[in-house]
């Protein structure tokens, strides 16, 4: 498993941006597909996007589709979220998600193994 950590949260207003990193472990990085979920109060973890190992294609929510932006860099071990045109309803705790290898559809959360401790994101009105 690798060990991740969010950063790049914070309080922005509605129409705003902000970009989170999620920094990895290991020599392995290249060979993760990472994916980023969110959990707004009382409400279930979602996925948001994601990227893969291998040809890094991604995948999006349709909520964000046209305003987030998911790449990585392997040579910092760092997978990005630019978010961009922020809505209050993007306000959540945003985490971080690997797993080794992963193909196909990247939106179940039970497919991940290594989870951040996630980064508050919060959009006022």
């Known amino acids: 498993q690798v060990q991740l950590v969010e950063s790049g949260g914070g309080l922005v207003q509605a129409g705003g941006s902000l970009r989170l990193s999620c920094a990895a472990s290991?020599?392995?990085?290249?060979?993760?597909?990472l994916s980023w979920f969110r959990q707004a109060p009382g409400k279930e973890r979602e996925f948001v996007a994601g990227?893969?190992?291998?040809?890094?294609?991604?995948q999006y929510a349709d909520s964000v589709k046209g305003r987030f932006t998911i790449s990585r860099d392997n040579a910092k071990n760092t997978v990005y979220l630019q978010m961009n045109s922020l809505k209050p309803e993007d306000t959540a705790v945003y985490y971080c998600?690997?797993?080794?290898?992963?193909?196909?559809?990247?939106?179940?959360?039970?497919?991940?193994?290594?989870w951040g401790q996630g980064t508050q994101v919060t959009v006022s009105s």
């Open positions: 990227i893969m190992w291998s040809g890094g294609s991604t």
């Open positions: 998600a690997a797993r080794w290898m992963v193909t196909g559809r990247l939106d179940y959360p039970e497919i991940y193994n290594s």
């Open positions: 290991g020599r392995t990085f290249s060979s993760y597909t």
